[in-house]
Nanobody, 114 residues
Framework: QVQFVESGGGLVQPGGSLRLSCAVSGTFITFYAMGWYRQALGKQRELVAT???????NYRDSVKGRFTISRDNAKNTVTLQMNSLKPEDTAIYYC????????WGQGTQVTVSS
């Protein structure tokens, strides 16, 4: 059974930083991509950033230059460093691991507010 442990969410002031981490366990599946989506209240879930097992990254335009995604293939972990946070980054952030299908974490709340 695939299990996710997400951490690092919380409340931060505009301009601040947070670091989200996600560890996936309970499987021998090789995930060809891992990443983060987010869903703000009343909005659809949207892609934030992904990284392939070869290290190729993809970011939504609004986070480019502020967020950095990284991955440890051996440990099945993915990390999202978020800098210069804005109120519009407020959302529940979900870890995702892609193989035969997408596997989702339970989500962690990120709130950017003064």
């Amino acid at each position: 059974q695939v299990q996710f442990v997400e951490s690092g969410g919380g409340l931060v002031q505009p301009g601040g930083s947070l670091r989200l981490s996600c560890a996936v366990s309970g499987t021998f599946i090789t995930f060809y991509a891992m990443g983060w989506y987010r869903q703000a209240l009343g909005k659809q879930r949207e892609l934030v950033a992904t990284i392939s097992n070869g290290g190729t990254t993809n970011y939504r335009d609004s986070v480019k230059g502020r967020f950095t995604i990284s991955r440890d293939n051996a440990k099945n972990t993915v990390t999202l460093q978020m800098n210069s946070l804005k109120p519009e980054d407020t959302a529940i952030y979900y870890c995702v691991a892609a193989a035969d299908r997408n596997y989702w974490g339970q989500g962690t709340q990120v709130t950017v507010s003064s």
